[in-house]
């Protein structure tokens, strides 16, 4: 009986993947080693032109491949592993992401361990040094929203009031019940999956692993921050936007739909989750700002071009 399945995206990351997919098959041993559970590896690569599916068929031909044949975005890319996927548990993961002894075996017996618990996330570093802070998310409300957008949290770090997304007043060492996790690395359990209906496809990029949470939240079950053990996030390559020697006006591109898209979902999340908790008034300025913000960050990245 499978007791994990992994869910591994990719596109345009063949430079990285190799590293999630090895560190996901040390951890894939490490589980069957130490408590005798079986691992099944799914990865869904959304029509790379690196050479990213060739390499991986090449390479791991144990490894179950979903080639779509287009780029479909982060929610319908995971949905189109569903029919595959037979583990007790999920775990979300992004293909440039890279595992630290253990995460497998202690995150299950984490989540074994307490049956209120729906989703987790372990502690998530950046290559670069330093905590991923979106792998611990605060609730998504007018307040902290706003200071995320226009940087305020960045004055005052530490304060509940100013950085309460990103959780600044608890420390990154410490278990925490939190309002979202990152998509990078999300464990779920997979009846949970299976009563949200999975992962909402009107999000194409960004913001889809809010709603995921917010959903499962929903239902009853706690979203938790776990640091007893942690990955490496090669933060930017499994969405196309991390150069790797120079910047192609295909990067420049994706950085564009990018820039788009994490605006875009902002509005879908607000309008799913949020709005009717609003007045006309507040929800008319909400959407004009959202709007501002849009033609802004797709300025900054044409100006580069």
């Known amino acids: 009986m499978i007791k994990l399945s992994v869910v591994i995206s990719c596109f345009n990351n063949r430079h990285i993947i190799e590293k ?19 691992t099944e590896i799914i990865v869904f690569d959304n ?5 990213s599916a060739e390499f991986i068929k090449k390479t791991y031909p144990q490894i179950k491949l979903v080639e779509n044949k287009v780029n479909i975005g982060f929610s319908k890319g995971n949905n189109s592993a569903r029919p595959y996927v037979n583990g007790e548990y999920i775990l979300f993961l992004n293909g440039d992401t890279e595992f630290k002894p253990n995460v497998f075996v202690k995150m299950l017996e984490y989540f074994d361990g ?8 372990c502690k998530v570093d950046l290559f670069t040094g330093g905590l991923d802070k979106d792998c611990r998310r605060g609730e998504m ?39 979202g996790v990152q998509g990078a690395f999300l464990l779920t359990r997979k009846e949970l999956a299976d009563k949200i209906g999975w992962w909402d496809e009107d999000y194409f990029l960004n913001g889809e692993d809010l709603d995921f949470c917010q959903k499962i939240h929903d239902l009853g079950f706690k979203i938790m921050y776990y640091p007893a053990v942690k ?21 420049k591109k994706t950085r564009i739909l990018v820039a788009k898209s994490s605006v875009e979902s902002m509005k879908i999340f607000y309008k799913k989750h949020l709005a009717r908790k609003h007045n006309i008034l507040t929800n008319m300025l909400v959407y004009f700002s959202l709007a501002v913000l849009s033609t802004l960050r797709v300025l900054k990245y044409k100006i580069k071009v």
């Not at 307490?114 to 996330?121: F, R, S, Y």
């Not at 770090?157 to 950085?163: A, L, Q, T, Y």
């Open 231 to 251: 990955i490496i996030h090669y933060r930017g390559y499994s969405k196309g936007t991390r150069e790797v020697k120079i910047i192609t006006t295909d990067i």
């Open 114 to 121: 307490n049956k209120q618990i729906g989703v987790a996330t």
């Open 47 to 51: 029509a790379s032109t690196d050479g």
């Open 141 to 179: 409300n007018l307040l902290n929203t706003f200071m995320r957008i226009t940087g305020l949290w960045k004055l005052f770090p530490k304060n509940r009031f100013f950085n309460g997304y990103y959780y600044g007043h608890i420390s990154e060492t410490v278990e925490h019940e939190v309002f």
């Open 20 to 38: 999630t997919i090895d560190s996901s098959i040390a951890s894939q041993k490490e589980l069957l080693e130490k408590l005798a559970l079986e």
